[in-house]
């Protein structure tokens, strides 16, 4: 069965780099048609749509964001792993990894998110 | 960036009640869109996607409408575990983009 675990930093600081691990189990990313996204939700508000890696490497961005991310995977590790440089409190959120597309044209499967907070 | 407007921002209803969520694209996403569910500290299910197919396991109280830019989502007959925040979600380009949300609580 498919699991989407995320860890990372409960707390950074502004400027900092923020990395991030979406830890799966039950596929492959490595396999066709495999998709998976990051996404956030800052507290009380929506959510937004980070970035995605596909499985033969392709690698999309939110637009307002993209100078700032860097997303990546490790087939062996069965591993993504996103990078957002500068942080600042305005990216306090949950971040959630979830794939696309496995049965359905959408987020079939998420991960439980983590929690993060920019405080000096 | 294609922008989803979701509407009413919120809705009080009552159990057995009927409820529609209307959600509509600055341009045309054909039937790229999917519904989410979320209850507080959880993270969002997959109700219904491309535009009216529903999610497996998902009761049959949901229901999806819609393409090009309108788009709708019904809950029959509301039951007490459908309260929570319903978000749209467009694949038609990238980037991907959410709604604001719809809150639906007791009235």
């Known amino acids: 069965q498919v699991t989407l675990k995320e860890s990372g930093p409960a707390l950074v600081k502004p400027t900092e780099t923020l990395t991030l691990t979406c830890t799966f189990s039950?596929?492959?990313?490595?396999?066709?048609?495999?998709?998976l996204s990051w996404i956030r939700q800052p507290p009380g508000q929506p959510l937004e749509w980070l970035a995605r890696?596909?499985?033969?490497?392709?690698?999309f961005y939110t637009t307002s964001l993209k100078d700032r991310l860097h997303i990546s995977k490790d087939t062996s590790k069965n591993q993504v792993v996103l990078t957002m440089t500068n942080m600042a409190p305005g990216d306090t959120a949950t971040y959630y990894c979830?794939?696309?597309?496995?049965?359905?044209?959408?987020?079939?499967?998420w991960g439980q998110g983590t929690p993060v907070t920019v405080s000096s | 960036d294609i922008q989803l407007t979701q509407s009413p921002s919120s809705v009080s209803a009552s159990v057995g009640d009927r409820v529609t969520i209307t959600c509509r694209a600055s341009?045309?996403?054909?039937?790229?869109l999917a519904w989410y569910q979320q209850k507080p500290g959880k993270a969002p299910k997959l109700l219904i996607h491309?535009?009216?197919i529903l999610q497996s396991g998902v009761p049959s109280r949901f229901s999806g409408s819609g393409s090009g830019t309108h788009f709708i989502i019904t809950i029959s007959s509301l039951q007490p575990e459908d309260f929570a925040t319903y978000y749209c979600?467009?694949?038609?380009?990238?980037?991907?983009?959410f709604g604001g949300g719809t809150q639906v609580e007791v009235k």
């Open positions: 341009q045309s996403i054909s039937t790229w």
């Open positions: 979600q467009q694949s038609d380009r990238f980037p991907l983009t």
């Open positions: 039950g596929f492959s990313l490595s396999s066709s048609g495999m998709r």
């Open positions: 890696i596909d499985w033969d490497d392709d690698k």
């Open positions: 979830a794939l696309y597309g496995v049965l359905s044209y959408a987020f079939d499967f």
């Open positions: 491309s535009a009216s």
